[in-house]
Nanobody, 123 residues
Framework: QVQLVESGGGLVPAGGSLRLSCAAS????????MAWFRHAPGNERAFVAQ????????RYIDSVKGRFTISRDSAKNMVYLQMNSLNLEDTAVYYC????????????????WGQGTQVAVSS
């Protein structure tokens, strides 16, 4: 079991940047793929990005490609989401998740979830 805690959310103007962090505690997640999901009110929680256990492979949904970068620091049991050129549609609660194999986007494939951190993009 891995406990995940997100941080770094907040209010940011459109076009701005924000870096989200996810800290893992308890059982280390450094040898597992990590992913970010987001949930906007009225919408389904959706996959955003994933990084492989070794950190060499990443994948993103089309709407964030070129704007978001997922990374990890395995020594610190941390995963990050650098968010640039933010727009209003990026407003959501962002969650980190672990337990899913690299290549899956299915929520049911991820066994550990953080509590979420709110990202609000203003016009």
């Amino acid at each position: 079991q891995v406990q995940l805690v997100e941080s770094g959310g907040g209010l940011v103007p459109a076009g701005g940047s924000l870096r989200l962090s996810c800290a893992a505690s308890g059982r280390t997640g450094s040898n597992y793929p990590m992913a970010w999901f987001r949930h906007a009110p009225g919408n389904e929680r959706a996959f955003v990005a994933q990084i492989s256990s070794g950190g060499t492979c990443t994948r993103y949904i089309d709407s964030v490609k070129g704007r978001f970068t997922i990374s990890r620091d395995s020594a610190k049991n941390m995963v990050y989401l650098q968010m640039n050129s933010l727009n209003l549609e990026d407003t959501a609660v962002y969650y980190c998740a672990s337990g899913g194999r690299y290549g899956t986007s299915r929520q049911s494939d991820f066994s550990s979830w953080g509590q979420g951190t709110q990202v609000a993009v203003s016009s």
